[in-house]
């Protein structure tokens, strides 16, 4: 069965400007997670959605919020990006809490 | 408040040797364990996972993995190391009662030499 696509791979942004990745979950998992991974601060929880609510959130500013929608398909977004937003943003789904099943990522490089 | 530590930065064993991954995590009760890995520019791949029973856990690639309570630990063996094991391993635990928000180790790098 197919993973966790995450869409673009690569992604370069300007100071202030906004962004939406945007992640499929594996059919049938209504759990999505999003994770921030820099080499500084390392992996970092940002939110849950499950069944189109967010269920859990991390410690991110306002301007990092997501969506689910109705298909489990996921979107996050960034706005008034700043140099220290650029990092591997990693999509996870999950059917429950049987551990969760990452994709391969989206690079934001912001500049 | 909950952590995850990981003491070894980065770990280098010969192939065929043996190795063992340490992680120790402070929680309030006795969450679910995860070992994950991650290949440069790739996403993470479970390993193994721990949720209650027996505290031997065995994981995909011949990793294996031993719940401690009374040392808050989790770590990682593998008997034989083979050189595609080189990667970045983390460790991660998640609460029972709220959903998949998982806190992460700052991650072991393993550098396996021939």
């Known amino acids: 069965k197919a993973g966790v696509t995450q869409t673009p791979r690569y992604l370069i942004k300007t100071r202030g400007q906004q962004v939406t990745l945007s992640c499929s979950p594996i059919?049938?998992?209504?759990?999505v997670s999003w994770y921030q991974q820099t080499p500084g601060q390392g992996l970092q929880f940002l939110f849950e959605y499950f069944s189109e609510t967010q269920r859990n959130k991390g410690n991110f500013p306002g301007r990092f919020s997501g969506r689910q929608f109705s298909n489990s398909r996921s979107e996050m977004n960034v706005s008034t990006l700043e140099l220290g937003d650029s990092a591997l943003y990693l999509c996870?789904?999950?059917w429950g809490q049987g551990g969760e099943t990452f994709g391969s990522g989206t690079r934001l490089t912001v500049v | 408040a909950q952590s995850v530590t990981q003491p070894d930065i980065h770990i280098t064993v010969s192939e065929g040797a043996s190795l063992e991954l340490r992680c120790n995590y402070s929680?309030?009760?006795?969450?679910?364990l995860f070992w994950y890995v991650q290949s440069p520019g790739q996403g993470l791949q479970l390993l193994l996972k721990y949720f209650s029973g027996d505290t031997l856990v065995q994981g995909i690639k011949g990793f294996e993995a031993e719940f401690k309570r009374s040392q808050s630990s989790f770590n990682l063996r593998k008997p034989s190391v083979h050189w595609s094991d080189a990667a970045e391993y983390f460790c991660a635990v998640a609460s029972r009662n709220t959903g998949n928000q998982f806190y992460f180790g700052t991650g072991t790098s393993l550098t396996v030499i021939p």
């Open positions: 996870a789904s999950s």
């Open positions: 929680y309030g009760a006795t969450p679910y």
């Open positions: 059919s049938g998992h209504r759990s």
